[in-house]
């Protein structure tokens, strides 16, 4: 019985009725080509089984000895931390780190289809960004062990913390201060290449509220495009009202930094007169003091890299989930 043809880059064109020049764009520099053209094209390779020969000899010479990070807001404080933590953590291997940024919709679609096909990653990991079913599969097929973190894939391996668990713990610290009148700050709905893990911190700020029975007024929610500028100017505004709060629960630390400025600028006794609370505890929280819900950077991007690791070494166990827990750090600013 003769051996069954490999599909070729010919077969692709034919199938896809695209060009072969703009298969190779799509292959090496998806980033260029639109996502319509981008879509015919993977959705040929994927149904013919394609393996450019690129990822042929990567798979023949088996380890390339490299892990990629996928993630957006690069200097973002939070991501700095994470990043730290899987640098960290990958010092002690001889595995080299490659980063890739994110900075819109095409830019991830672009990595998750042409990394599977450049067979020059041996696993990734892919930081607090939305992951669709098809990105998952070709990652699956094509062998490339994955780690997600802040976001989860019942087949891919991933990290998450519970975001509404901490909108709840931030709003029941304060209510155990003797809080009634609770301000929240933070950023609206991402673009769409984003997830938004302050939505969901407000969902569980507000459930606590009322169980606790507290009404609290609609202009007590500020929502804003993520700058220090725009949590300043909520921040003020919330301030500014003919009741203004005793307490802000800020959906980021960065945020809740912003405000204290503004408690400054105001001549505003923070503790005193205003509590503020943050969330994710990155460096700067302890150096200002500034209580907050503390999440496990350093320790998620850690913990990624031991999760990869372990599946590289032995890619027949079972994705792993983990939870990783939250906790109130208490400091001088509530």
């Known amino acids: ?3 069954k043809k490999k599909p070729t880059i010919y077969d692709v064109a034919e199938k896809s009725g695209i060009s072969i020049s ?5 292959l090496n520099t998806p980033e260029k080509v639109n996502p319509e053209t981008r879509a015919l094209v993977l959705d040929a390779i994927d149904k013919l089984g394609f393996v450019p020969k690129a990822e042929a ?3 023949a010479l088996s380890n390339t000895n490299r892990i990629g990070v996928i993630t957006p807001f690069f200097t973002a404080p939070s991501f700095v931390q994470r990043l730290r933590g899987v640098a960290s953590a990958l010092a002690a291997s001889n595995y080299e780190l490659v980063i890739f940024t994110v900075e819109s919709s095409d830019h991830i679609q672009g ?9 020059n990653l041996d696993g990734l990991i892919v930081m607090s960004l939305p992951i669709q079913k098809k990105d998952a599969q070709r990652l699956i ?6 780690v997600l973190i802040e976001y989860s894939h019942p087949e891919l391996n991933s990290i ?8 709840q713990m931030a709003a029941q610290y304060l209510l155990d201060k003797g809080h009634k009148r609770i301000a929240f700050i933070g950023d609206k709905e991402p673009h769409d290449f984003e997830i938004h893990p302050a939505g969901m911190r407000l969902k569980g700020f507000q459930a606590a509220l009322k169980k606790a029975r507290i009404q609290s007024p609609n202009e007590y929610i500020r929502l804003f495009a993520n700058t220090k500028e725009d949590a300043m100017r909520a ?4 301030l500014s009202l003919p009741t203004p709060p005793t307490a802000i629960f800020a959906a980021a630390d960065i945020q809740a930094i912003s405000a204290l400025k503004v408690t400054r600028e105001l001549g505003i006794k923070v503790r005193e007169q205003l509590a503020v609370i943050g969330f994710d505890d990155i460096d700067s929280a302890e150096y200002l003091d500034l209580t907050t819900v503390r999440q496990h950077l350093d320790e998620s991007g850690k913990l990624a890299v031991e999760i990869l690791l372990t599946h590289i070494a032995d890619p027949s166990r079972p994705p792993q989930h983990v939870n990783l827990p939250l ?4 400091r001088q600013t509530t």
């Not at 990595?111 to 067979?119: E, H, K, R, V």
């Not at 097929?141 to 994955?146: A, L, S, V």
């Not at 921040?235 to 919330?238: D, K």
Request: hydrophobic fraction near 35%; aromatic fraction near 8%; proline fraction near 5%.
């Open 1 to 3: 019985m003769p051996r």
């Open 22 to 26: 703009t298969i190779s764009r799509v």
């Open 57 to 59: 000899r990567a798979r």
């Open 111 to 119: 990595y998750l289809s042409s990394i599977p096909f450049m067979g």
């Open 141 to 146: 097929e094509h062998g490339i062990d994955t």
């Open 160 to 167: 998450e913390i519970d975001n509404f668990q901490g909108g």
């Open 235 to 238: 921040t003020r505004e919330l």
């Open 327 to 330: 906790n109130i750090i208490e």
